[in-house]
């Protein structure tokens, strides 16, 4: 049974920071494309970022320079760092993943508050 376990979400102060974590299971990790994405009230899910099984990334315009993806396959976990976070990065954040392609599985999402 394919399971991802988004975690680290909560409430934060405009230009703190916070690490997402997502934890894999029942998957080949190492070859899967991972991704991250949000979904904010009243608004389309949108990808935040994604990484390869080779590790290449893609960031969307407004997190590149504040927000990095990285991942652990001996932990089969995929991280999101935020820093210098806004208000407008407040919404549900989704880990999901796939063979080549991310979106075959998503996870329950983990909500990000960034609110003074």
């Given at each position: 049974?394919?399971?991802?376990?988004?975690?680290?979400?909560?409430?934060?102060?405009?230009?703190?920071?916070?690490?997402?974590?997502?934890?894999?299971?029942?998957v080949?990790?190492?070859?899967?494309?991972?991704?991250?994405?949000?979904?904010?009230p009243?608004k389309?899910?949108?990808?935040?970022?994604?990484i390869?099984s080779?590790?290449?990334?893609?960031?969307?315009?407004s997190?590149?320079?504040?927000?990095?993806?990285?991942?652990?396959?001996?932990?089969?976990?995929?991280?999101?760092?935020m820093?210098?976070?806004?208000?407008?990065?407040?919404?549900?954040?989704?880990?999901?993943?796939?063979?080549?392609?991310h979106g075959?599985?998503?996870?329950?999402?983990?909500?990000?508050?960034?609110s003074?």
């Amino acid at each position: 049974q394919v399971q991802l376990v988004e975690s680290g979400g909560g409430l934060v102060q405009p230009g703190g920071s916070l690490r997402l974590s997502c934890a894999a299971s029942g998957v080949a990790f190492s070859i899967y494309e991972m991704a991250w994405y949000r979904q904010a009230p009243g608004k389309q899910r949108e990808v935040v970022a994604t990484i390869t099984s080779n590790d290449s990334t893609h960031y969307r315009d407004s997190v590149k320079g504040r927000f990095t993806i990285s991942r652990d396959n001996a932990k089969n976990t995929v991280y999101l760092q935020m820093n210098s976070l806004k208000p407008e990065d407040t919404a549900v954040y989704y880990c999901t993943g796939g063979v080549g392609v991310h979106g075959d599985y998503w996870g329950q999402g983990t909500q990000v508050t960034v609110s003074s």
